[in-house]
């Protein structure tokens, strides 16, 4: 049994959409973030950085329980446990790899600030807001030619197109036109059609605050009690 400790968030849906897509039973515990869940003793035991999703996977490979932390990491752990979504051939493993790193260290942060700076900052900084949507205008381009010749970021569907999906969802909020892209419409088009996807999107999704996000959340998310020492 997978112990899912999550938030409907683009990198939680991420674990959400893999579950699914697998077929592995998984109980949630919703880890709600504008509440300060994220700081609770017992989840900081097996996510020490304070960030959602986590896993514990009662089962794991010695057959004893094991705890993993950061989405990428849970990823392909799922993947090795289950063998799916990711190529055992050396070089379509990293093929797939090597996007999934790209949404690690560019995707997810740079789109991240994108949200934050646009939508989130009390003080709307032009430089930042500009830096950050043109970046975040590069990397569209960046996905949209890789996706040129190709259905799926690695030749066939993988953990590469989950991690980097749930992202793409918001791009309003990221001063981008998804119409400008033909080709990443073409591919989010076909993610988002998949029932399994379509049922990982909604997890959580009911419990999670609808509307703006109130002080309460935002000096939890982003003001002293995100950085106090733990």
Excluded: C
């Amino acid at each position: 049994m997978i112990e899912l400790y999550s938030w409907a968030t683009p990198n939680g849906h991420k674990i959400h959409i893999m579950l699914e897509e697998t077929g592995l039973a998984y109980s949630v515990h919703g880890v709600d973030i504008g509440r300060g869940d994220q700081f609770e003793p017992g989840f900081l035991a097996i996510s020490p950085n304070n960030r959602v999703p986590a896993i514990v996977d009662t089962e794991g490979p010695d057959g004893k329980p094991i705890s993993i932390f950061e989405s990428g990491a849970i990823l392909l752990y799922l993947a090795e446990k289950t063998g799916e979504f990711l190529p055992k051939d050396a070089r379509a493993r990293y093929e797939v790899i090597q996007w999934l790193m790209f949404q690690m260290g560019n995707i997810g942060p740079m789109l991240g600030q994108a949200h934050h700076f646009r939508t989130y900052a009390p003080d709307k900084i032009d430089y930042a807001i500009n830096r950050y949507t043109n970046e975040a205008r590069r990397l569209y381009g960046v996905v949209d030619k890789r996706l040129t010749d190709r259905p799926f970021f690695a030749g066939e569907y993988s953990i590469a197109d989950m991690a980097i999906f749930p992202w793409l969802r918001s791009w309003e909020r990221q001063g981008v036109n998804i119409d400008d892209y033909p080709q990443l419409k073409r591919w989010f088009d076909a993610i988002a059609a998949r029932p399994a996807v379509q049922r990982g999107v909604q997890v959580l999704s009911a419990q999670s605050r609808p509307g703006p996000m109130d002080e309460k959340a935002k000096e939890i998310l982003f003001g002293a009690r995100q950085y106090a020492r733990r």
